[in-house]
C-alpha cells in the first residue's frame, strides 16, 4: 500500500503545479526506495529509464528545419492560402485535420502528421488565418483557444485512428499480453475492427466540437466587434 | 541499414551544439544553467546507445537526469532573446516565395509515409535498408534531414548555423517540457517495478462491484481511465485492470467476445491519455510547442470530448460484446 505515496505525490504536485520535472523526480526517487530499490538502482532506472525513452523526444530533430522555414515566413504563408479559400472557416479546416489525420493513423502513417511537424508549421496558422480573414486581429486568448484545439485535433485524430490499424504498438499489446497470459488465439484482426465504431464516435463527436467552435468565435469577436479597440480590424 | 541510433547521436548532437550556442549567448541571464540543462540532455543521448546496450553503467546517467531535473526545477535555466526575422520581413519574404515554403514542410510527411510504405520492405544484400521495429523513427528522422536540405537549398541558405540558431531559439522557448516525457516514462517503470500496478488494480477490485454485467463494463472501462490517468498510459493500465476484471470478470464470467471487450477497454483507456498532463508528450509538450500560457489548454479542449468517448465505449460494450 505504502509504495502508493508516490502516485499521492504526483497528483498533489501537478495539483499545486509544482514544476512537474521535480514532481516526477521526486515521485520516482520516492516510490523505488519505498518499493525497496537500493538508491543505486532508482539511479540506475532513471538512467534506463531515459535510454529506453528516446523515442518520444526525437521529434526534436526537426526543429531546426521547422525553425529555419518559420525564419522565412512559412507561417505567414500558411495565413496566405488558407485566406484563399473562403468557405473554410477555423472549424471546418481543424474538422478536415482531424480527419485527415485519423484516415492517415488508421493505415499505420502515425508519423506523417504530429504536433512539430504538422500543427506549429501549418495546422496552427491556417485555423488562425481562417479565423483572421473572418474576425481581423485576433485577441490572445483566442489564439490561444484555437491553438489548444488544434492540438486536440492532431491527439484525437491519432489515438481513435492507430487502432484501426493492425501493426500499432497498443494492438500487439493485447494481443501479446492476452495471448502469453491466458494462452488464447486473439487475432489482431478482430480488435482492429472493433476499434472502428470507436472511431466513428471519436470523428462525429470531436468534428461536432470542432464545428462548434466557429459558432463560438463568432460570438466571443462579434461581441468585442462593438468594443471601439477592435472594430477596425474586424472590416477586413 | 540505417539505424535508429545515428538518429538518436544526430538529436544528441545538435542539442550539445545548440548548448554551446546558449552558454556564449550574453542575452540570457541564465546563460550557463540554460547551456549545462541541454548539453547533459545531448551527451545524455549518446550515451544512452551504450546503456541501452548493457555496454555502460545506467547509474551516472541516472545521476545527470537528475541534475537536469534540479536545474529546471529550481529555475536555473531561462532564454535569450532570439536572433531571427521580424514580422515584416517574413511577410516580404513570404511573398516572395510564395507556396515554394511549403515544399521543405511537406518534405517531411512525403519522407516519412515513403518510408513506412516502401522503403520499409526494401533490402540489399539480405540486409533490410531500415533498422526493423523503428521505422516510424527512422522515417521522422529521414524526413527532417532531406527537409532540411531540401529547405537549405530551395532558400539559398548557406549558413547551417541558421537553422541551429532557429531550432536552438525553439528549443529555449519549450524549455523544461522537454524532457517530461521521457521523466514520466521513467517513472513509469519504476511505478511499476515497485509494484504500484498491482496495488491499484488490487484497490479498484476490492472497492468497486462488479455482480451485475452493466456494473462489471462500467468498473472496466473506467478502471481504465482512471488508471491511464494516474499513470499516463493505456499501456500500463491495460494489463493490470484486464487481470482484474477484464478477463476474469467479462470475459470468463460473462462471456463477453474478447476481441470486443479488450480494444474497447484500451480505447477507454485513451480517453484518460487525453486528460491527463502524465501524458507528457501529447498534452504538455505540445501546449509548449504551440507557445500557449496555459500549460493545460490542450487537455481543457480535449475534456469533453475525452467525457463523452469514454461513455461511447461503455455503450458499445454493453451493447455488442456480449
Request: aromatic residues 8%; contains cysteine; glycine residues 12%.
Amino acid at each position: 500500500m505504502i509504495v502508493l505515496l508516490g502516485v499521492l505525490v504526483v497528483v498533489i504536485g501537478f495539483a499545486t503545479k509544482r514544476n512537474a520535472l521535480l514532481v516526477v523526480a521526486a515521485a520516482g526517487i520516492i516510490t523505488g526506495l519505498l518499493g525497496g530499490l537500493s538508491p543505486a538502482k532508482v539511479l540506475a532506472a532513471f538512467g534506463e529509464g531515459f535510454a529506453g525513452s528516446r523515442a518520444v523526444t526525437i521529434f526534436a530533430i526537426t526543429l531546426p528545419v521547422i525553425g529555419l522555414l518559420e525564419r522565412y515566413g512559412l507561417q505567414e504563408q500558411a495565413r496566405t492560402l488558407i485566406a484563399r479559400f473562403g468557405r473554410l472557416t477555423t472549424g471546418r479546416f481543424l474538422a478536415l485535420y482531424l480527419g485527415l489525420r485519423q484516415i492517415g493513423a488508421a493505415v499505420g502513417l502515425t508519423n506523417v502528421f504530429g504536433h512539430a511537424q504538422t500543427v506549429r508549421p501549418l495546422a496552427v496558422p491556417m485555423a488562425e488565418g481562417a479565423a483572421e480573414r473572418r474576425y481581423g486581429q485576433l485577441p490572445a486568448r483566442t489564439r490561444e483557444k484555437i491553438r489548444s484545439f488544434a492540438a486536440g485535433a492532431d491527439n484525437v485524430g491519432l489515438f481513435f485512428g492507430e487502432d484501426v490499424f493492425l501493426a500499432v504498438g497498443s494492438i500487439l499489446l493485447i494481443t501479446g499480453f492476452v495471448n502469453t497470459t491466458y494462452g488464447t488465439h486473439l487475432e489482431p484482426l478482430h480488435l482492429a475492427l472493433w476499434a472502428i465504431p470507436t472511431a466513428l464516435c471519436a470523428f462525429v463527436v470531436h468534428g461536432w466540437r470542432l464545428l462548434r467552435l466557429d459558432r463560438f468565435l463568432e460570438r466571443e469577436l462579434l461581441a468585442a466587434d462593438t468594443h471601439p479597440t477592435t472594430a477596425e480590424g474586424a472590416d477586413r | 541499414m540505417i539505424k535508429a541510433e545515428w538518429f538518436y547521436w544526430l538529436v544528441g548532437l545538435s542539442f550539445l551544439v545548440m548548448a554551446a550556442q546558449m552558454v556564449t549567448d550574453r542575452s540570457n541571464p541564465k546563460r550557463f544553467g540554460t547551456g549545462a540543462f541541454w548539453g547533459l540532455i545531448g551527451a545524455g543521448f549518446i550515451y544512452s546507445s551504450w546503456v541501452v546496450t548493457k555496454q555502460a553503467p545506467a547509474e551516472p546517467l541516472g545521476a545527470a537526469v537528475l541534475v537536469m531535473a534540479v536545474l529546471a526545477g529550481f529555475g536555473f535555466t531561462g532564454r535569450g532573446t532570439p536572433r531571427t526575422t521580424t514580422p515584416e520581413e517574413r511577410t516580404a519574404s513570404a511573398a516572395r516565395l510564395g507556396n515554394k515554403l511549403f515544399v521543405p514542410a511537406l518534405t517531411i510527411p512525403v519522407v516519412a509515409m515513403a518510408c513506412a510504405i516502401g522503403v520499409k520492405h526494401l533490402s540489399i544484400g539480405g540486409e533490410p535498408v531500415l533498422q526493423t521495429g523503428s521505422e516510424t523513427i527512422l522515417g521522422l528522422g529521414l524526413g527532417a534531414v532531406v527537409a532540411l536540405v531540401v529547405g537549405m537549398v530551395l532558400l539559398r541558405e548557406k549558413r547551417l548555423s541558421v537553422p541551429v540558431q532557429s531550432g536552438r531559439t525553439m528549443l529555449e522557448a519549450m524549455g523544461w517540457a522537454m524532457l517530461l516525457p521521457q521523466m514520466l516514462a521513467t517513472l513509469g517503470a519504476i511505478f511499476q517495478v515497485s509494484g504500484v500496478g498491482g496495488q491499484v488494480g488490487k484497490l479498484a477490485t476490492a472497492v468497486l462491484p462488479k455482480d451485475s454485467l452493466y456494473v462489471a463494463v462500467v468498473v472496466y472501462c473506467v478502471g481504465m481511465f482512471a488508471f491511464t490517468l494516474i499513470m499516463g498510459n493505456a499501456f500500463a493500465a491495460f494489463p493490470v485492470m484486464t487481470a482484474a476484471v477484464g478477463w476474469p470478470v467479462l470475459i470468463g464470467h460473462f462471456h463477453g467476445n474478447p476481441a470486443a471487450v479488450l480494444a474497447l477497454g484500451m480505447l477507454a483507456g485513451f480517453c484518460g491519455t487525453l486528460v491527463t498532463p502524465m501524458a507528457a508528450n501529447f498534452n504538455i509538450v505540445p501546449a509548449a510547442l504551440l507557445e500557449l500560457k496555459d500549460q493545460y489548454g490542450p487537455i481543457k479542449a480535449q475534456l469533453p470530448t475525452a467525457g463523452i468517448l469514454l461513455g461511447c465505449n461503455i455503450v458499445i460494450m454493453a451493447l455488442f460484446a456480449f
